[in-house]
């Protein structure tokens, strides 16, 4: 997709990148491969220094053995060493990111423009004090879009919480200076569906409740919460999948299309969809793996849910009466995430012994592939047909050109542009739909570890 609206950013001369969060799940996991792959793969990142923020007492050699010690980290730090720096700050402590203005002041020394990233891969809680501190210490400065603050969802704990924590954003910096992270909309396959329904005539043709049955939007993971239960029993799955990324892919399947692919435009289309979708509480379940509660950090009578299987409804002309089911959860049997568009059978299938309803499947893990399943005929002069797929794999074609979701994102953020990132906006609206599930709770109940919720071949 061709990504338009980039912001005007000075030729930078100095790039850094400040991680609050140092030693956390998501920096070791997601955030260190990922800018380990952009110097890789990237020429222009001589400039790059990471700052590793966190409150332990290390020196930059320390961190860095902790990293490439830890279960969580399957980089190379050595590519990362020549660009890594910790130093501790506590992010409720304002006087100690006196450390982090020292480091800058000499990271910047004789530098005619400095691009200045804060990525607080951090919980919600610490958002407002983090942001207060960069603001009283000079080291943002409203305004200045070579200085930016990015932040990973859920966007507060509730929509309470998340309309609190932007109002005081959006007061103390310019929008363009604000980027809210959902991984998923850096994933390959997520930017490609703009692409797929609007620039190809037939689908464009057929995307509507004349034409489509169903459709499946699918995350499922075999793994549980992996030692995330101190954060997982206050979030959920509705608030740590549904409310972001789920919610997210919904917008891009049924939005109209936008005025033009700049991030307003976008933005606005998705927007629009979300305000049109009506949850059915009738034909939804939550679960939570048996289990759940044994978990380090978890509340032994909790009743977070670890599944949910929602069906919605997009109450426009175009969609009306198209049953759209939104599945994930944790402890289930196949680690897997795809898009199932069902369509209905076509007038003459009756004719065709074997004919089933097309369906076109958007591979999102662990393969990036986009697949059309036709009918056409077993063999010459019979009316039997069996199911045909067309497929482009992505990953398998080219492999190590698919960026990893981080990289696409960083890279994104490296130069102003903002079309992978969701508005406060678009957020509202998806909180707004999270409020409907939780005033109308559909059935809850307790599952079994290994769970099949069915696959994109069934």
């Known amino acids: ?162 309309r609190f924590i932007n109002a005081f954003l959006e007061e103390k910096f310019s929008p363009a200076q604000i980027y809210r992270v959902d991984h998923y909309l850096g994933k390959e396959m997520i930017q490609n569906i703009i692409d797929l329904r609007f620039s190809n005539t037939f689908i464009h043709a057929i995307w509507n409740n004349e034409h489509i049955r169903e459709i499946k939007i699918v995350v499922s993971e075999k793994d549980g919460i992996l030692n995330r239960g101190a954060y997982y029993d206050e979030v959920g799955v509705l608030n740590d999948m549904v409310q972001s990324h789920l919610l997210q892919i919904l917008a891009l399947l049924v939005m109209d299309i936008p005025h033009s692919l700049a991030s307003e435009d976008i933005q606005n289309a998705k927007i629009a969809a979300l305000e049109k979708v009506k949850y059915i509480a009738s034909e939804s379940l939550l679960g939570q793996y048996k289990g759940y509660r044994n978990e380090l950090g978890v509340d032994p009578d909790s009743l977070i849910s670890t599944l949910a299987f929602l069906r919605v409804e997009v109450q426009t002309p175009k969609y009306n009466g198209i049953p759209i089911y939104l599945i994930t959860g944790k402890k289930l049997a196949r680690k897997e995430a795809y898009i199932e568009v069902i369509f209905k059978d076509a007038p003459g299938s009756h004719l065709f012994a074997g004919s089933r309803p097309n369906r076109l499947i958007i591979e999102i893990a662990p393969e990036s592939r986009i697949t059309l399943e036709l009918n056409s005929l077993a063999k010459l002069h019979t009316s039997e047909v069996v199911p045909t797929k067309l497929e482009h794999c992505f990953s398998c074609n080219f492999p190590g050109a698919i960026k990893e979701a981080y990289s696409a994102l960083f890279t994104e953020m490296i130069h102003g542009r903002k079309t992978l990132f969701p508005s406060f906006n678009e957020i509202a609206k998806a909180w707004d739909i999270i409020c409907q599930i939780r005033d109308e709770k559909p059935r809850y109940f307790i599952y079994e570890p290994g769970f099949d919720m069915g696959g994109n071949n069934d």
Request: aromatic share 10%.
């Open 1 to 162: 997709m061709n990504l338009a609206g980039t912001l005007y950013i000075k030729k930078m001369n100095k790039l850094i990148i400040t991680i609050f969060g140092a030693t956390g799940d998501l920096t070791l996991r997601k955030l260190l491969p990922a800018l380990e792959t952009l110097i890789k793969t990237q020429k222009d990142y001589e400039s790059l220094t990471i700052v590793a923020v966190g409150r332990r007492a290390f020196t930059s050699e320390e961190y860095l053995s902790f990293v490439s010690e830890s279960n969580a980290f399957s980089g190379d730090i050595n590519t990362l060493r020549p660009y890594l720096v910790y130093t501790q700050v506590d992010a409720l402590k304002p006087n100690t990111y006196e450390n982090l203005k020292t480091l800058f002041s000499a990271l910047s020394s004789g530098k005619q423009s400095v691009r200045k990233i804060f990525y607080l891969a951090v919980g919600p809680d610490l958002f407002l004090d983090i942001a207060s501190n960069l603001l009283d210490t000079k080291l943002v400065t409203k305004g200045d879009l070579n200085s930016i603050i990015a932040f990973e969802k859920p966007f507060g704990h509730t929509f309470e919480d998340a």
